[in-house]
Nanobody
Framework: QVQLVESGGGSVQTGDSLRLSCAAS????????LAWFRQAPGKEREFVGG????????NYADAAKGRFTISRDNAKNTVYLQMNSLKFEDTAVYYC?????????????????WGQGTQVTVSS
C-alpha cells in the first residue's frame, strides 16, 4: 500500500491562504482515491474533501465548498489541498488518506492508509 506524508501546514491569519501537500510512495498512486480530513482539538476527525484516482471528480464537505480545492498530480505522486479565505474554525490537524479503487468516501472508516498529519492554525 502507499505511504503518505503531509506538509505545508503552519500558522496564518484569517483570510490567508495555505496549500497543503501529501506525497505518496509505494504502490501505484494513480490507483488510489484520496481524501483530506481534519481534526480539531476535542472533536472527531471530519471529512474535508476527496478526489478520484483519475483526478476528474472532486467532492467537498459544506465547510470547504467554495474555499478549498483538491487537486492531484499523478506524475509527482502528490495530492494538494488549496485553502483560501481561511477562518479560525479551520484550525485543525489535517490528514490525507488513501483508498484503493479510486472512489471518494467521506467516512473515516473507509480509509486504511493515513499520513501523520500537519497542523494548521488560523488566528485573527
Amino acid at each position: 500500500q502507499v505511504q503518505l506524508v503531509e506538509s505545508g501546514g503552519g500558522s496564518v491569519q484569517t483570510g490567508d491562504s495555505l496549500r497543503l501537500s501529501c506525497a505518496a510512495s509505494g504502490h501505484t498512486f494513480s490507483n488510489y482515491g484520496l481524501a483530506w480530513f481534519r481534526q480539531a482539538p476535542g472533536k472527531e476527525r471530519e471529512f474535508v474533501g476527496g478526489i478520484t484516482a483519475s483526478g476528474r471528480t472532486t467532492n467537498y464537505a459544506d465547510a470547504a465548498k467554495g474555499r478549498f480545492t483538491i487537486s492531484r498530480d499523478n506524475a509527482k505522486n502528490t495530492v494538494y489541498l488549496q485553502m483560501n479565505s481561511l477562518k479560525f474554525e479551520d484550525t485543525a490537524v489535517y490528514y490525507c488518506a488513501a483508498r484503493p479503487g479510486g472512489g471518494i468516501y467521506s467516512t473515516f472508516s473507509s480509509y486504511a492508509t493515513w499520513g501523520q498529519g500537519t497542523q494548521v492554525t488560523v488566528s485573527s
